[in-house]
């Protein structure tokens, strides 16, 4: 009985690996779940144009708590720096250079921390404008949850890319 159930949890284990290895998060315009509304998507940490996974579309990439510019790596090309919920510009992190805050689902200008400051929020897999939770005022949906890293690259990607 013992073996059953420690090689039923090994399979079980190796088929979740296996099946997270595929995994893949898609970006949806607004409220819509349609294929042909994708904006982006996101695998092995990096955002590609639409439903394509062809390098040449990748728009950024998330090593770390970095984001980068396209495919890169350089230095030069990190596009934001996640630390604490404070997203800084470039590899910066200095309190200066805060772009934005990201506090129990809500993203702040700056260092901000105030209501009237709140420029999106998440709730759930969609993102909505300012403080907002109307169906009218999604941004986004997610077809699935992610990192915070991810999130940022996602949040440049929707913004700056599309």
Known sequence: MKKHYQRTLLTVCFCWAFISSFAQVKVYKGNSSYSSDVICNVKDNKVYRGN??????????????????GNSSYSSDILFTIRDGKVYRGSSSYSSDVVFTIRDGKLYQGNSGYSSDVFANKQGLKVYKNNSSYSSDVEFTLSDNVTIEQFVAIWYAVKYCW
Request: charged share 35%.
């Open 52 to 69: 394509s996974l062809y390098s040449s579309d990748v728009l950024c990439r998330i090593d770390d708590n970095k984001v980068y510019k």
